[in-house]
């Protein structure tokens, strides 16, 4: 059998290559870290904030 030729508009091609660009931008500001690495390196944080609107110790309002 024959192969199946998919066209990719020029538009889409574009579209796909500005996510690329920015993802790595994004990883060189953000480093991804290991999660499983993290956890070994760092202590347990001391506090827990739960509920839709909890107030930050520095008065800004989480949502």
Do not use: W
């Given at each position: 059998?024959?192969?199946?030729?998919?066209?990719?508009?020029?538009?889409?091609?574009?579209?796909?290559?500005?996510?690329?660009?920015?993802?790595?931008?994004?990883?060189?500001?953000?480093?991804?870290?290991?999660?499983?690495?993290?956890?070994?390196?760092?202590?347990?944080?001391?506090?827990?904030?739960?509920?839709?609107?909890?107030?930050r110790s520095d008065g800004v309002l989480l949502s």
């Amino acid at each position: 059998m024959g192969k199946v030729i998919r066209f990719i508009p020029k538009s889409e091609r574009e579209r796909t290559r500005q996510i690329r660009e920015a993802r790595a931008i994004y990883d060189c500001i953000f480093p991804p870290v290991d999660p499983v690495s993290e956890q070994q390196d760092k202590a347990p944080v001391g506090h827990v904030v739960s509920g839709a609107n909890a107030d930050r110790s520095d008065g800004v309002l989480l949502s």
